[in-house]
């Protein structure tokens, strides 16, 4: 077994690995806050309370130069999309360092479509950092190429058991050619590949790439923010400011909690109609808003068919640990007190046991562990009555997290 | 097949039991299977390993639409299970029951019979060989004695030695102080007493029920369409089974599943019924990850109108394979 691995070792020399960038430095903070700290406080000389008082005081006046106010960055809603767009090149990377706030338009997550595009343009020299999405790529044709192997693997297998069972004569060999086939066919495809990148490079080249540098590499990528999180980012933390691309005005956090309820839903409700007190952006945003209060690194998890998945620090550093489901609860005693409120409650839509086994199982797959977080939603006069003050309007909601394991006896031991 | 078509009689009855549908009978469930491609799912466990849960038995279990389409079919009907146990408890203990009520324990008198004769006949076959053994090793044992016996006299051994081989079995010289030359026959009285028998069916001593005409169909979830068209659309003939395990209503079998794998997992919709974005996408993954399709149907509006009242609703389903192809 030890001269197996040693030969192994010996045989495949392994490529140095390209220096990553120092996250926990890039990443070190994890809102995209400054926070200073007040003079201490010295139980034993009283007067400290003051130097306390005046720095509280000076701040709320007026900010010193070496605590500047909190940037806060500009947005726009854009209604086709529903998303909250940020393109200002330092608040995208602001809010993506710190938090993982939103996703690029162009990337898979993090924006680095410039970079790419450098790269794919040779306007960058060193081969040093891959960017996440290029590694993917690699990744993915690795593995395409394993199941291919494995693919012809199997036939081979198959067509000796028929050449055994006397089924195939020795000459023919249908499954492999066929398949062989296939994979001249592929290679095809990756050469014209390759000749259709060769002629965009020898495009750019010569004379023309300082032209083409500054003619594409305008940064066409821009940064989405979901709504719960550009709403938080806005009334939550204070530090950015949502436009309407059509006014011009800049929306308050009332005005941006109604015209995100009333475009969760589709059709968009019109705006002289409440939304419901369950509609799924405030849900939503209930549960992002918990999580995040916790301290944790919510993103949304669409791909692994849930709505929210959380990070310990972020995805830079490690796989999200939990996913979350968002589910509405009508059980609170309010809801039990009145006959009319319980006909409501009951007729909501529940699901069946076969979509929490899904639910369970995709997440099974992936080694992650499904949390449900069921939101407790008030009765809709309670809800409306508070509808004007956001902080009692979210205040009647509550998040309970339940956390669902597959457990078998046989297995489990 | 060991219960082809002939042994059968049509209808089968299914039997209604807490609102779930039971099929009792080996024969009938092979039958199901083999003839209507209806596996079911097995229930029973044994009475001593109430916590088994994998090689289960009768009876067997079947879905309400399984249930549904075999009754639309004319192949089964549907038992309202305690209704039918009590009304023939009813008829037997009335004056109508008394003669057939007398049979019954006369039947069971004579199986209590049968029993205690069993019984009887393998305590006498132990007991012969138990005999017969030492028998044997009585001879043996003599054969020994006599050896050492005369070793004894030409060595001059202490007697000691020889009388505790002698008496190797006392107790069994003192029960059979002379040596039979045959095992005695036992002898087995003709009428022992009977052994309480508790019967494990209900037909006998219930008459079985006959199809009632006027029963309406089992009612069916609203997915039921898909699983008609699946089950017996030219070109299809699918086995389903219950797909809780795999996160979906159906699994789909291109064969019985005891041969195949499934190839689907299937989820009914209607045409128009909204459904979250995230469960295509987990059923997408899910099938995917397992090598399966992820397959979801619905009755087509136009066409259910174009072909009603021929079909039990498997008309005009369409159905869409979906795969998740970042993987």
Known sequence: ?413 | MAHSSRDTVLPIPIFLSGGKHFIFSVAHASFLRAEYRIAGVLTGTLPQSPQQNVFLGLPLQLMAEEARLLVRRGVCFVVDDAAAHREGLRRLCGPDGEEERLQWLATLREMGLDAARARDAVSKSRMERALGKMETGRREQALRSLAARQQAETRQATPSEADSEDTLFPAYEQATPSPPSAPKPMSVSDDPNPLGVTPTTSHPPLPLPFPDDTATLPPAPPSYPLFAYLHSHPGSNYFSSPGLRFGCQYLVYPGDPLRFHSHFLAVGYDWDEEFDLLSLIGGGRLGTGVKKGFLIGGTEPGKAEEFAGHGDGEEGVRCFCIEWGGM
Request: glycine share 4%; no cysteine.
């Open chain 1, 1 to 413: 077994m030890a001269s197996i691995i040693a030969e192994s070792t010996t045989q495949t020399p392994r490529a140095p690995r390209p220096q990553r960038p120092n996250y926990a430095k890039l990443h070190a903070k994890p809102l995209p806050l400054e926070t200073y700290p007040l003079p201490a406080f010295l139980p034993q000389n009283p007067l400290s309370i003051l130097r306390i008082a005046y720095a509280l005081i000076s701040s709320y006046i007026s900010n010193s130069s070496s605590h500047p106010a909190p940037h806060t960055h500009r947005a726009y809603y854009s209604a086709a999309t529903r998303s909250v767009h940020v393109t200002d090149d330092i608040s995208v990377r602001a809010l993506w360092e710190s938090g993982f706030f939103g996703k690029g338009s162009l990337s898979r997550s993090e924006p680095e479509w410039l970079e790419r595009e450098k790269k794919r343009l040779g306007l960058v020299r060193d081969k040093a950092g891959e960017t996440s999405a290029e590694i993917t790529r690699k990744r993915r044709e690795e593995r395409r190429e394993g199941k291919r192997e494995r693919a012809r693997l199997e036939r081979e297998e198959l067509e000796a058991q028929l050449r055994k069972e006397g089924k195939l004569t020795a000459t023919e060999s249908p499954l492999v050619t066929e398949q062989e086939h296939q994979i001249a066919a592929s290679a095809g495809d990756a050469a014209s590949d390759a000749t259709f990148d060769g002629r965009s490079a020898t495009i750019i080249d010569p004379l023309a790439a300082k032209e083409a540098e500054y003619a594409i590499l305008q940064n066409q990528e821009h940064l989405q923010l979901i709504p719960y999180e550009a709403f938080f980012l806005s009334y939550a933390l204070g530090i950015l400011d949502v436009y309407d691309p059509a006014s011009g005005q800049r929306l308050g956090s009332r005005d941006l909690l109604k015209l995100f309820r009333h475009t969760s839903v589709f059709p968009p409700l019109p705006a002289n109609r409440a939304p419901p007190v369950d509609d799924p952006f405030i849900l939503n945003y209930v549960v992002y808003h918990h999580f995040r209060s916790l301290g944790w690194v919510v993103r949304p998890g669409v791909k692994f068919s849930v709505d929210l998945l959380l990070y310990n620090r972020g995805p830079v550093f490690s796989h999200a640990e939990f996913a979350v489901l968002v589910v509405p609860d009508y059980s609170s005693g309010l809801w039990r007190s009145d006959e009319r409120l319980q006909k409501i409650a009951t007729t909501k839509k529940k699901e069946e046991w076969w979509w929490l086994h899904a639910a369970n199982r995709v997440q099974g797959q992936v080694k992650k562990t499904l949390v449900l977080a069921y939101v407790e939603v008030p009765p809709p006069e309670e809800a409306h009555a508070a509808s004007e003050d956001i902080g009692a309007l979210l205040k009647r909601y509550r998040v309970k997290e339940v956390i669902i394991r597959r457990w078998t006896a046989n297995r489990n031991r």
